[in-house]
């Protein structure tokens, strides 16, 4: 291999190895949070969080209970009936 193109090799690898520390170092000073206050805000967001992704769902699903009369699973449960989109 020629002299010149493993300069650049290896200097483009100390600049992507440079370039991963500064954006790491980055996302890691961020303002950080000690555990009880992240479960305390998550706890607090929760029934939001819930009620967003609960209308989501009837929007894309039909979740309405519509058992099967003369289907049954194994112990009496029954089995929707129809097609579920």
Same mark, same amino acid.
């Given at each position: =291999?020629?002299?010149?193109?493993?300069?650049?090799?290896?200097? %483009?690898?100390?600049? &992507?190895? /440079?370039? =991963?520390?500064?954006?790491?170092?980055?996302?890691?000073?961020? %303002?950080?949070?000690? &555990?009880? /206050?992240?479960?305390?805000?998550?706890?607090?967001?929760?029934p939001s969080f819930a009620k967003r992704h609960q209308q989501l769902l009837a929007e894309r699903y039909d979740l309405s209970d519509r058992p099967a009369r003369s289907v049954t699973m194994s112990r009496g449960k029954p089995v929707q009936e129809g097609v579920r989109l």
């Open positions: =291999m020629n002299r010149k193109p493993r300069i650049l090799l290896v200097l %483009s690898w100390f600049a &992507f190895a /440079a370039a =991963m520390i500064v954006c790491g170092a980055a996302a890691t000073s961020a %303002s950080p949070e000690d &555990f009880t /206050a992240l479960v305390q805000r998550l706890q607090q967001e929760k």
